[in-house]
């Protein structure tokens, strides 16, 4: 009978950083983007399915209200929780977090076009904070949880590659897949095939984050490194420290501009493809090619950021982004076949960019708590992950629905009455050409204000260079051996 293979363990006893840490971390985020894929589609069900309007941006925003209590309220939870669990705190609030998301998902998509307007508001707000709240839960937790898988600043880059790989792979197949099964034959969207998708991808992360869940090896020590050791928890203290928080604000603010482009522009780039290339299926193959420069990239990453630092490499890839973000003005209106090209091309140098700050930005988080610690004496891991988590949440809520709000005012508005309920609702088909080419102007537009935003961020505000790293581990390692 064959001997199963002993695990390599380290001076700790605990099994040795390898791949199986990185494909682990990466199943999680899969597990997350399941759930989440689905909202870049949401504007487009509310209102054009559901009927909604404009009344879908008010209600976008106002759901934010939502996610401003509950993101740091969970992320404090879980910095003075002191309950000792089987395994982790973080992974048992992963566990909860990943039943909920089951059909936290298809709460959101709810397809009632019938209802009367009062009624469709109440099922959007409380299909929205019901997803958030297990969202929440599942991915506060999950974020907090790099920084003590390791301490090693090149694991913490395999672990940030490859959580974008399972990101990308949890867009990829939606992305790909989602635009032959949720519209119909004239390129108008299916609700009850939209709810359908939700409810079966909450099962599919769920398998994800079960598998997450059981393979997580945590080799940090957190009572050791918290010096705090049983004080209580200050949340609005905590808070304060997160703001005073360079790396964490930088980081912030960049995550922010990415999802203003991924999040904004994704609404407007729906109906781009609805109405202006009028092909929704080739949506997903375009955008999946635009990933290409994430795989390329994702395998350096490591050797990169020994060699170069993350702030380094993830400036450089912001410049990438800008120049890409231009590019997409140059339009042929007359010619979509051209234009196309021209389209995918810029896509992919803005990619290219994306891909370079997207492998690094969850170690440059891990890195702020460690900043955290190094000036407070305080790592409060929850808490800077959770606010950061309700900065990104507020873009994804508010650039939907300013990209909306724009999209309004360049001619895309209720222009159709439903003969059976009387209900205003959104034709595509009815909308003129000139409309079209301004939402692909506004679509470049999104994508420059982003890339902008993460310049700014990782380049002016975040400040831990790879010199200014290696002395803040230094001093930590050196701080926690004498504790």
């Known amino acids: 009978?064959?001997?199963?293979?002993?695990?390599?363990?380290?001076?700790?006893?605990?099994?040795?950083?390898?791949?199986?840490?990185?494909?682990?971390?990466?199943?999680?985020?899969?597990?997350c983007n399941m759930s989440f894929a689905l909202k870049g589609t949401m504007a487009a069900f509310w209102t054009q399915v559901m009927g909604l309007g404009l009344w879908y941006s008010l209600l976008l925003v106002v759901v934010q209200v939502w996610d401003a209590i509950n993101d740091p309220l969970i992320g404090s939870i879980v910095d003075s929780d002191r309950h000792t669990y089987k395994r982790n705190k973080f992974l048992q609030y992963i566990w909860v977090g990943s039943i909920g998301l089951i059909v936290g998902g298809a709460c959101c998509f709810l397809p009632f076009p019938g209802a009367p307007t009062w009624a469709k508001i109440i099922i959007f707000i409380a299909g929205y904070v019901i997803w958030d709240a297990f969202y929440t839960v599942a991915n506060v937790p999950y974020g907090s949880l790099l920084s003590l898988i390791s301490n090693e600043p090149a694991d913490r880059a395999?672990?940030?590659?490859?959580?974008?790989?399972?990101?990308?792979?949890?867009?990829?197949?939606?992305?790909?897949i989602l635009p032959f099964i949720i519209y119909n034959e004239d390129e108008s969207l299916n609700g009850p095939r939209v709810f359908l998708a939700a409810l079966i991808m909450g099962v599919l992360g769920f398998i994800c984050?079960?598998?997450?869940?059981?393979?997580?090896?945590?080799?940090v020590d957190t009572e050791l490194k918290v010096s705090e050791e049983r004080e209580k928890f200050n949340v609005i203290k905590a808070m304060g420290n997160f703001c005073t928080n360079r790396p964490a604000v930088g980081a912030t603010l960049a995550a922010m501009g990415m999802f203003i482009g991924m999040q904004g522009a994704a609404t407007a780039v729906s109906v781009v493809f609805q109405i202006y290339f009028k092909n929704t299926e080739i949506s997903g193959i375009v955008q999946?090619?635009?990933?290409?420069?994430?795989?390329?990239?994702?395998?350096?990453?490591?050797k990169m950021v020994t060699k170069f630092g993350k702030k380094e490499l993830s400036v450089v890839g912001a410049v990438c982004s800008i120049i890409g973000a231009c590019g997409l003005f140059i339009i042929t209106?007359?010619?979509?076949?051209?234009?196309?090209?021209?389209?995918i091309l810029c896509q992919l140098v803005y990619s290219l960019g994306l891909g370079i700050y997207s492998t690094v930005s969850w170690a440059m988080m891990g890195d702020a708590i460690d900043y955290n610690e190094w000036k407070t004496g305080k790592r409060e891991e929850g808490v800077v992950y959770s606010l950061h988590s309700f900065f990104r949440k507020l873009a994804q809520g508010v650039g939907p629905a300013v990209a909306l709000v724009i999209m309004s005012t360049l001619g895309y508005v209720n222009n159709a009455v439903d003969p059976v309920t009387g209900e205003a609702f959104i034709d595509v088909t009815l909308l003129s050409w000139?409309?079209?080419?301004?939402?692909?102007?506004?679509?470049?537009?999104?994508?420059?204000?982003?890339?902008?935003?993460?310049?700014i961020g990782l380049g002016l505000v975040y400040n831990l260079d790879k010199k200014t790293l290696a002395k803040m581990n230094a001093d930590l390692e050196a701080r926690r051996s004498a504790e």
Not at 159 to 175: D, K, T, V, Y
Not at 209 to 219: G, L, S
Not at 288 to 302: E, G, H, K, N
């Open 1 to 31: 009978m064959k001997k199963q293979k002993t695990p390599q363990l380290d001076a700790n006893g605990k099994r040795k950083f390898g791949i199986l840490d990185s494909v682990s971390y990466a199943a999680g985020d899969l597990g």
């Open 158 to 176: 395999s672990l940030s590659a490859w959580r974008s790989i399972g990101s990308m792979l949890g867009n990829m197949l939606p992305m790909v």
């Open 209 to 219: 984050f079960q598998f997450m869940i059981k393979t997580t090896e945590v080799r």
């Open 288 to 302: 999946l090619f635009s990933m290409i420069p994430i795989l390329v990239f994702t395998p350096l990453a490591r």
């Open 333 to 343: 209106p007359d010619n979509t076949g051209t234009d196309l090209l021209i389209y």
């Open 434 to 455: 000139d409309v079209a080419v301004n939402l692909r102007y506004l679509v470049a537009a999104l994508f420059l204000v982003s890339a902008i935003m993460q310049f």
